[in-house]
């Protein structure tokens, strides 16, 4: 069965702290992404990664890093959290690599409720 | 640039009635969309997709929905509604040419009145 899974489902923490979100997922999954959902908005992407150790900047990259040492772990960084960076935070993968596969599902995590003081 | 129009924030309907969420997108490729539901405090699920093919998709849960090109829709309908279907539903489009970038609409969510 497909597993995505986040660090933490809740997190509090205060402006100007490193903020470290965690998705690990157990499918052999080239693709992996990074969403934040906000009421009304819907999804939008932050970064996304192809393969290990490589990143591309989403619609919204602005304030964020991420990291992909490993094939299965991408994890996202707030340099220096901020209250509008308060957000659910969602993680997803999927199957195809750089050569195609728009039409491949991608697969969620349950998500992180962040909330910056 | 891909974009998706979800119209109507909050949809409610009586259980037994007919659901009907409404997408529209915007697409100078042939898209590849879908549906994806979203159950309180979880991540989200795919219900169906459309890529290629029969226009008329069949998902989980006795959902469908079908492309129509000339209107540039693909709304998503379940002829009777049950009240474990209240939940936040996400129509998307994948961005064709860029690996699998998805564009997702503003999200509505579904109530189901007993």
């Known amino acids: 069965d497909v597993k995505v899974t986040q660090s933490s489902r809740y997190l509090v923490k205060r402006t100007g702290e490193k903020v470290f979100l965690e998705c690990v997922q157990d499918?052999?999954?080239?693709?992996m992404f990074w969403y934040r959902q906000d009421p009304g908005l819907g999804l939008r992407l932050i970064y996304f990664?192809?393969?290990?150790?490589?990143?591309e900047k989403g619609d919204i990259p602005e304030g964020y890093s991420v990291s992909r040492e490993k094939k299965e772990r991408f994890s996202l960084i707030l340099e220096s959290a901020s209250t509008n960076q308060t957000s659910m935070y969602l993680c997803?993968?999927?199957?195809?690599?750089?050569?195609?596969?728009?039409?491949?599902?991608?697969?969620f995590g349950p998500g992180t409720r962040l909330l910056v003081l | 640039a891909q974009s998706v129009t979800q119209l109507g924030s909050h949809v409610s309907v009586s259980e037994g009635a007919l659901v009907l969420l409404r997408c529209n997108y915007s697409?100078?490729?042939?898209?590849?969309l879908f549906w994806y539901v979203q159950y309180p405090n979880q991540g989200l699920q795919l219900l169906l997709k459309?890529?290629?093919?029969?226009?008329l998709v069949k998902g989980i849960n006795g959902f469908e929905a079908e492309f129509k090109k000339s209107e540039t829709s693909f709304h998503l309908t379940k002829p009777s509604a049950h009240m474990s279907d209240a939940a936040e539903y996400f129509c998307?489009?994948?961005?064709?040419?860029?690996?699998?970038?998805?564009?997702f609409g503003q999200g509505t969510e579904l109530s189901v009145k007993p």
């Open positions: 997803a993968s999927s199957l195809s690599g750089l050569a195609g596969g728009p039409e491949e599902t991608q697969y």
């Open positions: 499918m052999d999954h080239e693709n």
């Open positions: 990664s192809y393969d290990v150790k490589m990143k």
């Open positions: 697409s100078s490729v042939p898209p590849y």
């Open positions: 459309y890529t290629t093919g029969a226009t």
């Open positions: 998307a489009v994948s961005d064709r040419y860029w690996g699998g970038k998805l564009i």
